[in-house]
């Protein structure tokens, strides 16, 4: 499997953007669709995830009421809606492939396939 990452850009707080994780070569050991941000200097972080059969959803503490996890099953694609983004939202957000099928990982170790990233900035 192969993931590209879109959406990022900079925006106002409170303003919206929405991210795509466009999967290709889906193989059927890809159970589970994570994203993930990494912001300077501080570890890359689980944002939400979603069970790529079941459509089940997670999300961090942070994030949730603000974030939407979604996918398109037909198109490949996982989006993540988000808004009222704040400053501290900025950071590059990653989607990760993962194995698991019977819960959603929120650790790095739980995805094998990453997409390259995408910058989202949220200017105070």
């Known amino acids: 499997v192969q993931l590209q990452a879109s959406g990022g850009g900079l925006v106002q707080t409170g303003l919206s953007l929405r991210l795509s994780c466009a999967a290709s070569?889906?193989?059927?050991?890809?159970?589970?669709v994570g994203w993930f941000r990494q912001a300077p200097g501080k570890e890359r972080e689980f944002v939400s995830g979603i069970s790529w059969r079941s459509g089940r959803t997670t999300y961090a503490d942070s994030v949730k009421g603000r974030f939407t996890i979604s996918r398109d099953g037909a198109k490949n694609v996982v989006w993540l809606q988000m808004n009222s983004l704040k400053p501290e939202d900025t950071a590059v957000y990653y989607c990760?492939?993962?194995?698991?099928?019977?819960?959603?990982?929120?650790?790095?170790?739980?995805?094998?396939?990453w997409g390259q990233g995408t910058q989202v900035t949220v200017s105070s």
């Open positions: 990760a492939a993962g194995r698991s099928s019977f819960s959603i990982p929120s650790s790095k170790y739980g995805y094998h396939v």
């Open positions: 070569k889906l193989t059927t050991d890809t159970n589970c």
